[in-house]
């Protein structure tokens, strides 16, 4: 466990399992899986019972918020998936960067199939596919993006946004299936639960705000010095301690209160929103070596 968290992350709340048992009942209507999740943190953003949910189904794999990760990582990550298997396309699904291919892919990935349908004389058979995917990793942003006929799916910048299943029509021959995100019951590995928050896919009013900071602080620090140091103006030796640190930005950025004393929750909410927005550098976390 992080020495800055005091305990576990849990967060499965009731209508995520709802969610669970609706998507393994309406995995049997599409044809194959579109898999969402954050490209900083490829491994800690991923559902590890989708595997078995999926049933073996064809899978193409978007890797968003690409533009918030180092871009030489996300090629890594690429080349990782297809070597898995998997298409992958490395997308911003809030500009729609990287999403050009999407229609083309996916019929690539359904190639094999359609040319079965196609045999059995279904011709112009439309392409079901499922987006899934955890809570804030960009499934809202995506459908929304590529949409192009009825309302668009609900995104915020918050998770758990999603509660209902949505077919959408992405052109004439392509429907997508949106689900709500969900997450297993307990976070095994500390790491993971960290990173996951850390980016914003477990509610920051669950957690302590000042640990959560202080356990990216000793990320970056360790990682991202230099990051650091540009974005907050540090100079001379950064603090050891990850509190003292968050006391040295915050006074940095005169977030005092009387006496002088820093405002180390307004800081440790000023840390964590700047490295969601990517204020602080594109930064990954998590690299291929470390995937399971």
């Not at 194959?32 to 019972?49: F, G, L, Q, T, W």
């Not at 942003?141 to 992405?170: C, H, L, M």
Request: with cysteine; hydrophobic share 40%; aromatic share 6%.
């Amino acid at each position: 466990m992080n020495e800055y968290m005091s305990k576990d992350i849990q967060w499965f709340p009731g209508h995520m399992t709802k969610a669970r048992r609706r998507m393994e009942a309406d995995l049997g209507k599409v044809d194959m899986v579109i898999e969402i999740v954050d490209a900083r943190i490829p491994v800690s953003s991923r559902n590890p019972d989708l595997q078995t949910l999926a049933q073996n189904k064809p899978r193409l794999l978007i890797l968003n918020k690409a533009d918030l990760a180092d871009k030489a990582a996300n090629a890594r990550w690429s080349a990782w998936f297809r070597s898995q298997g998997y298409a992958v396309l490395e997308a911003d699904c809030r500009s729609g960067k990287g999403l050009q291919q999407l229609n083309a892919t996916i019929k690539s990935v359904m190639e094999e199939q359609r040319a079965a349908w196609e045999k059995k004389g279904m011709i112009g058979r439309q392409i079901k596919a499922m987006v899934v995917g955890i809570p804030n990793v960009g499934k809202s942003s995506f459908i929304n993006r590529i949409n192009q006929k009825g309302s668009s799916a609900k995104a915020e910048d918050r998770p758990g946004v999603t509660r209902d299943n949505r077919w959408y029509a992405v052109s004439s021959d392509i429907l997508l299936l949106d689900t709500p995100g969900v997450l297993w019951p307990k976070f095994q590995d500390q790491t993971v639960g960290l990173h996951l928050a850390f980016t914003g896919a477990v509610r920051d009013d669950i957690l302590d705000v000042e640990e959560l900071a202080c356990a990216l602080l000793a990320v970056l620090r360790r990682e991202y010095e230099d990051c650091l140091r540009e974005r907050y103006k540090l100079t001379g030796e950064l603090e050891e301690e990850a509190y003292d640190l968050l006391q040295q930005i915050g006074r940095k950025r005169g977030m005092l209160v009387s006496g002088g004393e820093v405002n180390t929750e307004r800081a440790a909410r000023m840390l964590l929103d700047e490295y969601r927005g990517g204020k602080l550098g594109a930064l990954t976390l998590e690299f291929p070596s470390e995937a399971r």
